[in-house]
């Protein structure tokens, strides 16, 4: 477990489902992601980084309040997947909509590199988003991280005419974390 002034990273329980679905289906956290996810979407999801935990030993952990241990979200570190974050360490965070602008994505997401960096080998973490996905990238940059612009992509993952297609890339190293 992470903790952090106001959160908590741990690993997923059967009782994260439902509260996390509510995240995931509501259209506004969503519109920088993909569509709305429904219940059994969700679980499959919960599974997948269910899975990257026990063979990683860190995943998008889920996100919870201390004070009131309301799940909020997710964050943490899972190994990429795709290039540009193929075999990298990929931060990364989603919040419910009614969070937003607490400050608890960077809070969260400084804990997970910190984690990160004092558990991990990796000499960078990477985080990729939708180019338009202004908030995230504003986390990323109070982070410390920069924008890589030579690694800009079009997600495999979705069609070619899809407008959340163009990603972008940041990337903060291990000295750049441990200097500032």
């Given amino acids: 477990m992470i903790l952090t002034e106001r959160l908590a990273m741990r690993s997923w329980r059967d009782e994260d489902i439902a509260p996390f679905q509510a995240i995931c289906s509501n259209p506004e956290v969503m519109a920088t992601l993909g569509p709305p996810l429904d219940m059994a979407a969700t679980e499959a999801l919960i599974e997948r980084v269910k899975a990257r935990e026990a063979e990683h030993g860190h995943t998008f952990w889920a996100l919870e309040r201390r004070e009131d241990a309301r799940l909020i979200g997710w964050c943490g570190v899972i190994r990429g997947d795709m290039a540009p974050v193929a075999d990298k360490a990929e931060i990364g965070w989603r919040l419910a909509r009614d969070c937003w602008g607490a400050g608890f994505?960077?809070?969260?997401a400084r804990g997970a590199v910190a984690w990160s960096f004092a558990n991990l080998?990796?000499?960078?973490?990477?985080?990729?988003?939708?180019?338009?996905?202004v908030r995230s990238r504003a986390?990323?940059?109070?982070?410390?991280?920069?924008?890589?612009?030579?690694?800009?992509?079009?997600?495999?993952?979705?069609?070619?005419?899809?407008?959340?297609?163009?990603?972008?890339?940041?990337?903060?190293?291990?000295?750049?974390?441990?200097?500032?």
């Fill in 105 to 108: 994505a960077s809070e969260a």
């Fill in 139 to 180: 986390v990323m940059e109070r982070l410390g991280m920069q924008y890589c612009p030579d690694l800009d992509f079009d997600h495999p993952k979705l069609a070619g005419g899809d407008p959340l297609r163009p990603h972008v890339t940041y990337s903060l190293s291990r000295l750049a974390w441990e200097t500032a």
């Fill in 121 to 133: 080998p990796d000499d960078e973490i990477r985080a990729i988003t939708w180019r338009g996905n």
